[in-house]
Structures are given as C-alpha cells and as structure tokens.
C-alpha cells in the first residue's frame, strides 16, 4: 500500500512496497504514457519528474517516492496548456515510432528548468535516454526551439 | 463485464483515432460467407460500387480507401503498419493528392485483416517491410484516390444535371465552372458511393503533385507527444489480466517441468500455463505480478544438442564455408574470376565477419488476445496485419470469420514485429482461460534473448589487378546464415537464397554498382540454430560493409583515391554513380577536410533505391571515434514526404552506427548472452552526428526509403576510420576491438 501524490492529486495504490514506480504508474494508476523499456534504468522510457527531478521510474520503488511530487508525461501540460517542450516536439516533428519520447520529453523539460538555455554540451550530458529510431536530430533542434521559446 | 461484441470491445480501448479501426464488421457479412479460404484468396481491390458499405459512424465508403462523412472530414484507410517510419503520413498523402481533398481534413483509420480478408482483400497487401510500404501500393492507393474524386464530381455534376467535364474541384470544393455553383465532398459522398466506379482513371504526373512531394508534418505526432499514442503494450480490457513468459534460453530447446506449487500463493497469480512445448507463462494480475513470480519459478529445461553452440563453433563452421573447395550456390557472375585471379600481376585478399543484432525494439513484443470459443480477437503491434492473423487464425483453430487483429501503433518494428511469434504465443494462452482478455508482454531480457536476429556471415573477398593497376577480377564469397531459409523457405530458389546477394547482385532492385570483367559472387549456406530475422537493411548491411570495405582495401593497393577508383568501375551504372557523385560533392572530397578530420564514402542500392554516404571523423589515441558528420544521398525515384525521408536517413545511421559500435549478439551455450541494453547498449544524443540528406529522385521507378540508406552508414565510418588511423577493422562491433565513440 502506498501513498503515491501523481500530477497533483493522491493515490492510494495497492501494491507492495518493493514494487517499481515504473508499474504502479501504468498498472495501478493506469497512465500508460510512461513506457516500460529496459527494467534496469537505461533507456529513460520511463522517465518522470519526481520532485522536480527526472528519474527513471523503473529504477525507483514506490516507498522511495511515497509523498513526493510525480510528475508524469500526462501530467506535464499545466492548466490544458501543452508544455513548450511538446510544443517543440509537434514544431519540429520529432516523434517517429513515439515509444521513447514520453521518457524523452520528460528529461528534456527536467533539464530545461534546471538549465534554461542548455548548449549542445549540455544536451548531451543530461540527455542519455535511447531512441532506436534515431530521432536525436531532431530532438536537439526541438530542445535549442523550446528554451528560446 | 467483458465486451461482447467487437465494436465493443474496440470501443472499450482508449485509442488514437487515427490508428483504431472504425468501421462496421456487419456491414461485411455478405462478403465473410465467401471468405472461407482465409488468406487464400486472389486481390480483388474494389473502387466503389452501387451498394454503399458503411463506416461504424454511417458515413458512406466512397470506395475501400475513402470514407467522407457530411462534416467534409475525409477518412483515408491504410493498410500498411506505422511504426515510425513515416508511412501512415505518406500513403494519405498520394491518396489525398489524387483525391484533391482538403489536407487538413484528413484523418487516417486501419482496416482490420479480417475486414480485408471478408472483402477479398479489398485493401491489398497489409506487410509492411522491405521498405514497401509506400513504393508497392502507391499505385492501387492512389487510384483510390483518383477513383473517388472522379465519382464525387459525377455526383456533383448528377445533381447538377451537367456533364462532369464541366466541373472541377480543389481542397474538397467542386464547382460547376461556368454557372459558378458549389458544392463540397461530405454533401455529394453519400451519391458518389452509389455509383458505379469509373474504368479509366488517369494518375497525375508527380511533377504536378501539391499534396505528396510536399514535406508536410506527420499525422500521428500529437498524441505521441501527450502520452496519449496507445501502443500494443498500452492495450486495457475489461478483466484483462497479465502475461510474462519464459521460453527455452537455447533455441530449440524445450520445457522438461516446472514446479508451479513453488509460487501459486504468491500475489496476484492467477495461473501457470505451459506455451507449446518450449516455454511457460504466469497469468496474474498485474504484469509485474506475472514477471516476479515467473522469476522464481523453478523450470527445467530439455536444452538438447544446441547447447553446444558457441559463436566459437558457428565462426569456425562459417570460416570452413570461406574455403572455395565447399560447395556454394553463385548469385552473381561473368567472365572467369577464379582464372582471371590465378593469373593477375596482383592480387589482394580480406576476411571479414559480421555478427548477429538484435532488433531491440524499445516496446519490447507483446500481444492481447481475447478468446472465446466462438472467437478470438488480437491487438498488437505488427508490421503485416495479415500475418498476424494468418497466425492468429493457425494458434485458435477458429475459422477465419471468427478471428481478427486490431493494430495499434508500433513502439518500433525494424523487421521485428513483421514475425509472429509473439502473437501465436498470446493466443496459446489465452486459449487456457477462454473469456479472459489476456495481455502477453515480453521483459525485455525475453525481447534480447527470443530475437530474430540479424543473421551471421563471413567473406572472403580476393580481387585481381592487371599490370596497369586495372582490377580485373573481383571473388566475392559469403559463408553464413540464410533468412529465407529459416522464415520462407518456399522463397529459396533450388536452394538458393537470392536475397543473400542484395546489394551485390547482378541485376532487380539490390543490384551491383561495379562492372569488373571477371566477377563471381557466391554463397555456401551454413544455417546456425539462432533464428535469424528481417533487421532493417537486411542483408544489404553486411554486404555493403564487405563490399564498400574492400573497395576501399583495393583501391589502397591501386594507389588510387577511393572516389576516383569507385567512379572508373561504374561507368555503366549511372544511377549508382550520380549519388556516390552528390554525397561526395557535399561533402568536399578531394578539397581539404577540417584539420583532424577523414572522410571515407560508400555506395549501395537496396530495395529499389540508390543510396550512397559520405562521413567525416576524427579519432583520439586510435580508438576514440568522434563522427562528426554524414551526408547521404538517395535516389528513391520518387519523394513522397521529404521530411520524412530526412528524418529515416538519419534515422538509419543511428540503427547502422550503433550496430557497428555497440551491437553484436553473443552465443554461448546455445543461447544468445545479451540481455539489455547494458550489453546491448544503443547510440545516444551526445554520439549522434549531423546528418545532411541529399536527395536526387530520378524519377521512372519507386524505391524505398526506411532501409536503404543504412546500408551505406557502417561502410562510410570504417573508410574513414582507415583514412585515419591506416587500420582496416574487418570484424564487428568495434567495442570487441576496443573502439568506441570518443
């Protein structure tokens, strides 16, 4: 059983204590935007704020995270307005398959609140998360057009 | 309460418009009586016709392809799979050329298998690989499209009473020209379904196109970008519960026992069910329920004889099949290269070696079935709809009428998800729980370990010089795994596997681009036990790597420039040459390149297209490799989306690079040893070079666009890299070699 505050409101979600953020999101809440691809903190698909902060929601366990604020790829347009990294991202056209680029989106706005004009080195310090499709072309483009947003 | 109906069950998915089928099975019960054949059953395209057939909504079919309701939204259906790659957005925008719709109108739908399959397959050919998405239906889709718009003007021109030669129509508005009347398509569709299709229907000439050519922005990008997309992993039923499954590590192998007592009382597991005779799954309620409780069941295995198999033992049987004494099947040839060889002023000779990769999807296999004894519904991701139902059909042992696939959007495909394993599994158990939705997802170390990789091969590749330094001779001789061998074997041509030679043969849409007077290319065909699959580029990848490599190691020992050599080899392949000519004025060949940075370049043509790159690099202490630039040319004949072939090209140095870096699947004791991206690691942002897309559509043919150009990405790097350093690698990845981006 665990206290889980997502996009603003509290849930109480049954599961044990061990079980990875990652699934209680997806199966226990039932927000399917944050995608499972690895298990093992790589990929970044499942990449949420918690605290402000980008995680890997695989990698953390529910009691790790009971209290904090999660933010998820549903929860990251404000008052029905898309953030200006999904503004970008529909700019710039980045998706191709999509899978990843919840996760992607979620780094991406993390990293732009804490660095509001990230340069290239920048983005490539804090931007580790793993697109098969190599959509990474335009997702730096996208990043460069929502910090001068 | 489960849902009792398909439109339900449909219904009962929170899904993305543009991918959820939507039309009225009802409407095609007539055509499902004469269905009985399944898949059997010739292509019958239909292009409109008196009796109106519906959408779920009741807005009128104009034909197979197009649906408009009153509200002018025009629904374009799409046969082929998106799985990112852009096709969804192309296929609408032919249609919507030929139709003169309004673009912004636009909406697109997939027709199920089953649908197609009750109406003789009214909408074609569902497979979506080999980069046929577009280049194989652009014909009938588009006549679609033109079709409709001609019965939409006679419609208008009916209740006008003057003769449709009159009227004329532009973004979905007809006007009868000299009384200036308008009408638009959503008022005249329900009319134009009730005519009689026409029988000449003229194409446009693409130079006239303003809808297709035009790079306009995906139509599926919004809700990928909200979390919204449902992918096959995000399916929700009603009572649904959750699969993990563990098939036999060795390939071949099979289940002995498993001990389900060890965990039927741990939480959520509901049960514990064997899959053929290779594998189990837990059923429970949640899928993380499933995945922890199979972690801790005891299972043994039957491992047999494949568990002997080393990547060690498959080198050794491959390097055997190197050895012109074995027997091989010649894909390709002219003059006499083994004489010519023997008598040369020179000769020069390199192995080289590519390894198996995993597709690595990043929405690891999955699928839903819903079962019942009168009925067995699937959705899931899948590259060819009728494949999967194909299977879905074989695994139920129900008969076509009672079977169908829903598609949803793909979390990648690469050539992955065109097999069907993962579908006929589903269906294996939820046939053990009839009534339950069940959904089967794959952890990613079953995704790593149950791939149908990218098959093994060796070259030997020996080429001949006369006295002149002209090459005279070229033996290209493959050792390795077949494809078709193992997924279609019906394919193989007295043994042969003609798609072996793709990119080095002699003639169709992977044909050579060199004439050398003395030429042998040749196969002996040694078929490991690991599956081996389409990956994107298929054999194109290893064969452009050997081929372009050793171009390269041959012109090295002309003395000659690798461009210049190329070039003087290619006289009669115009095609070929003009993009190896494009990406290398470019990218400055044969001006100086920035201080520390090589360049290498490489051509190939693949799936009716030409391609041909260029890279530039520079390395630290030998091995740190830093690419810092690509240009890729492709003449694909045609363009129908030039962002979206930008954003492949690009996308295809990624898939390549990071096989040649990072990939590379290991076999040990039978069994593949890569598990997840910590041994099967994938390029990131910060390793990403610019890329810069050179197109040159030639026109006359259609070629594809989502493989090709990968061909070309290991080919360009490793020239440079040998510009570079003087070092020719000629076994992959580069991390066995202590390689790495810098």
């Known amino acids: ?42 990929c970044g698909a499942c990449t949420v704020h918690v605290d402000g902060v980008a995680m890997r929601s695989c990698g953390v366990t529910v009691s790790e995270v009971a209290g904090k604020d999660i933010t998820t790829i549903e929860g990251l347009a404000a008052g029905g307005v898309m953030h200006k990294v999904q503004l970008a991202w529909i700019a710039s056209d980045v998706p191709q398959c999509g899978y990843c680029q919840s996760g992607m989106i979620m780094a991406v706005a993390a990293l732009l609140k804490e660095n509001p004009k990230p340069t290239d080195d920048d983005i490539n310090d804090a931007i580790t998360n793993i697109c098969r499709c190599g959509t990474f072309q335009q997702v ?3 990043i460069h057009a929502a910090a001068n947003a | ?23 009225n099975r009802r409407a095609f019960v007539i055509g499902a009586a004469t269905a009985g054949a ?12 008196p009796s109106v057939v519906r959408a779920a909504d009741g807005a009128p079919e104009v034909n197979a392809w197009v649906v408009i309701r009153p509200d002018d939204t025009v629904v374009i259906r799409i046969a082929r799979s998106e799985m990112g790659q852009g096709t969804l957005t192309g296929l609408a925008q032919l249609v919507a050329e030929e139709l003169e719709c309004d673009w912004s109108k636009v909406t697109t739908e997939y027709p199920t298998p089953g649908q197609s399959v009750a109406r003789k397959r009214a909408w074609g050919d569902f497979s979506t690989g080999g ?13 679609g499209g033109a079709t409709a718009r001609m019965m939409l003007i006679q419609a208008a021109a009916n209740e006008w009473k003057v003769p449709a030669t009159e009227c004329k129509v532009s973004n979905g508005v007809i006007t009868h020209t000299s009384s200036g009347k308008t009408t638009t398509y959503g008022k005249v569709a329900e009319a134009a379904a009730r005519l009689e299709p026409p029988v000449d ?5 693409p130079k006239d196109w303003t809808i297709a050519g035009k790079g306009l922005k995906r139509l599926d990008t919004v809700d990928k970008t909200t979390g919204k997309m449902t992918y096959g992993i995000d399916v929700k039923l009603p009572g649904m519960l959750n699969a993990a499954i563990k098939d036999c590590p060795v390939f071949g192998g099979k289940v002995k026992s498993f001990d389900e007592a060890k965990i039927s009382g741990m939480k959520g597991v509901k049960k514990v069910v064997p899959v053929g005779d290779s594998a189990v799954a837990v059923v429970a309620d949640t899928w993380w329920h499933a995945k922890s409780a199979l972690d801790k069941l005891p299972i043994v295995w039957d491992e047999g004889d494949n568990a002997k198999v080393s990547s060690e033992t498959i080198a050794k049987w491959l390097a055997e099949g190197l050895d012109n004494a074995q027997p091989a099947y010649v894909g390709n040839q002219n003059g006499d290269a083994k004489a010519a060889i023997a008598s040369a002023a020179k000769k020069v000779e390199a192995v080289y070696s590519y390894p198996y990769q995993n597709h690595a999807t990043m929405e690891p296999m999955n699928a839903t079935v819903l079962y019942t004894p009168d009925k067995c519904e699937v959705w899931c991701g899948t590259q060819n709809g009728e494949a999967a139902f194909a299977a879905a059909l074989e695994a139920s042992g129900l008969p076509a009428e009672k079977v169908d696939v829903h598609k949803l959007m793909l979390g990648g495909g690469f050539g992955r998800r065109g097999m069907t394993d993962y579908v006929r599994q589903a269906v294996a158990i939820a046939k053990q729980m009839p009534g339950t939705p069940i959904k089967l997802l794959w952890s990613r170390e079953e995704d790593m370990q149950h791939g149908k990789y990218h098959p093994v091969t060796q070259c030997k590749l020996t080429g001949a010089f006369d006295a ?10 493959l050792s390795g795994q077949s494809i078709l061998f193992s997924v279609r074997p019906e394919a193989l041509q007295n043994g042969m596997d003609p798609a072996a030679f793709q990119g080095v043969a002699q003639s169709g849409e992977a044909a050579i681009g060199y004439a050398v007077p003395n030429l042998l290319v040749e196969h002996a065909m040694r ?21 372009e490599c050793f171009m390269d190691e041959l012109a090295q020992a002309a003395g000659q420039d690798p461009l210049e050599f190329r070039r003087k080899l290619m006289g009669k392949h115009p095609k070929h040459l003009a993009v190896l000519n494009a990406v290398a004025e470019k990218i400055g060949w044969g001006t100086p390149a920035p201080q520390g940075v090589y360049r290498g370049i490489a051509q190939v043509m693949g799936y009716g297209s030409y391609v041909a790159g260029a890279a530039e690099i520079s390395v630290t202490d030998g091995s740190k490799i830093k690419v810092h630039r690509i240009v890729a040319s492709t003449d694909p004949g045609y363009v129908v989306n030039p962002a979206q072939v930008e954003r492949q090209i690009a996308g295809s140095f990624v898939y390549g690079l990071s096989a040649l870096f990072y990939g590379g699947c290991t076999v040990k004791d039978g069994r593949i040893e890569q598990t997840n991206f910590d041994t099967y690691n994938s390029m990131r942002i910060n390793e990403m070079p610019k890329v810069e897309a050179v197109m040159v559509p030639s026109g006359g043919f259609w070629g594809g666009v989502g493989e090709p150009t990968i061909g070309v990405a290991a080919p360009a790097v490793l020239n440079a890299y040998f510009a570079a350093t003087g070092k020719r690698i000629r076994t992959f990845p580069l991390r066995n070699q202590n390689i790495s981006f810098a």
């Open chain 1, 1 to 42: 059983m665990a206290n889980l505050k997502i996009n603003g409101k509290t849930i109480n979600v049954d599961v044990e204590d061990d079980t990875p953020l990652l699934w209680a999101i997806r199966e226990n809440v039932g927000l399917t935007g944050t995608k499972y691809g690895c298990g093992i903190a790589q």
């Open chain 1, 140 to 142: 730096r483009e996208a």
């Open chain 2, 1 to 23: 309460m489960l849902p009792r109906t398909h439109e339900e069950a449909a219904m009962n998915l929170q899904v993305n418009q543009h991918i959820m089928p939507t039309l």
């Open chain 2, 38 to 49: 399944g898949l059997a059953l010739g292509l019958d395209l239909p292009f409109g016709g």
């Open chain 2, 131 to 143: 980069s046929r998405g577009i280049r194989t239906s652009q014909d009938y889709v588009r006549k």
């Open chain 2, 201 to 205: 229907v003229k194409l446009k000439d």
């Open chain 2, 468 to 477: 002149d330094n002209n090459l005279v001779a070229l033996h290209y001789r």
């Open chain 2, 527 to 547: 078929n490991p036990h690991v599956p081996p699959g389409f990956w994107r580029g298929v054999n194109v990848n290893h064969n452009a790597i050997y081929m």
